[in-house]
């Protein structure tokens, strides 16, 4: 993955000031709007379902500024985000939570251990190729561990390039593969990599799949 992309202006502004518009654009003309405000905010009532099902401890992959991270840490709950803009971990670590400027795809701390691994906010996208990191993230949680997916809300299964824009001009130098799958692509790449579904559930207009390695 680009992690360049992900350092752009576009991004790590938005994150600046906790405010959009900023979207994922195809050179087609195909955008993509980011919930940059919501991930800036306190967790939703969709978020609570997510983090009810949380079995520590938790590694938030893609964890942006950390909403999910720093409840967690409210909770008493052991921790770790990870994205590798420095702009979202410095935010995070700045409202309270532990985070790594990482991708999941560098060595990580505690691998094979980790209670729950989320994907929240379309982060299965993550790499361009969810199959890829879906068993990534098979080597990082526990023999008992659990993943929690967002899935898109339309019943999709793509693979894009894109780049950061913010519907002002500002646009990512750097394209990066994507990829978007719906609840039922992504039960397919699940049962394909070696997961079986635990959970389904639907909360405040999101979807969410609850993963154990077979």
Same mark, same amino acid.
């Given at each position: ?11 790590r ?6 405010q959009g ?8 003309g195909?955008v993509?709007?980011l ?9 939703d ?10 079995r ?11 909403r999910? =991270?720093?409840?967690?840490a409210?909770? *008493?709950?052991?921790?770790? /985000? ?5 702009? #979202?971990?410095?935010? +995070? ?6 985070a790594?400027?990482r991708?999941v ?12 691994a989320?994907?929240?906010?379309g982060?299965?996208?993550?790499g361009?190729a ?6 990534r993230?098979s080597?990082l949680?526990?023999p ?6 967002e ?6 299964d793509?693979? =894009? ?5 913010? *519907?002002?001009?500002?646009? /990512? ?5 994507? #990829?978007?799958?719906? +609840?039922?692509a992504?039960l ?6 070696g997961w079986?579904?635990?959970d ?15």
């Amino acid at each position: 993955m680009s992690v360049r992309a992900w350092r752009a202006e576009p991004y790590r502004d938005a994150l600046l000031t906790g405010q959009g518009p900023l979207f994922l654009r195809r050179d087609d003309g195909w955008v993509l709007p980011l919930e940059v405000e919501r991930w800036c905010a306190a967790p939703d009532s969709a978020d609570v379902t997510v983090l009810a099902r949380c079995r520590g401890p938790v590694l938030d992959i893609g964890c942006g500024p950390g909403r999910l =991270v720093v409840a967690l840490a409210a909770l *008493g709950t052991t921790s770790l /985000g990870l994205d590798v803009s420095q702009e #979202a971990v410095d935010r +995070t670590v700045r409202e309270g939570g532990a985070a790594l400027c990482r991708s999941v795809f560098d060595p990580l701390p505690d691998e094979g251990s980790w209670g729950t691994a989320l994907l929240m906010d379309g982060n299965i996208g993550i790499g361009g190729a969810p199959e890829n990191l879906l068993n990534r993230v098979s080597e990082l949680i526990g023999p008992n561990g659990t993943l929690i997916v967002e899935t898109a809300a339309q019943d999709i299964d793509e693979r =894009v390039e894109v780049r950061f824009c913010n *519907g002002r001009g500002a646009r /990512g130098a750097a394209a990066f593969p994507w #990829a978007r799958a719906g +609840t039922r692509a992504l039960l397919a790449y699940a049962e394909a990599t070696g997961w079986t579904a635990e959970d389904q559930w639907r909360a405040a207009g999101r979807n969410f799949l609850q993963l154990r390695r077979r």
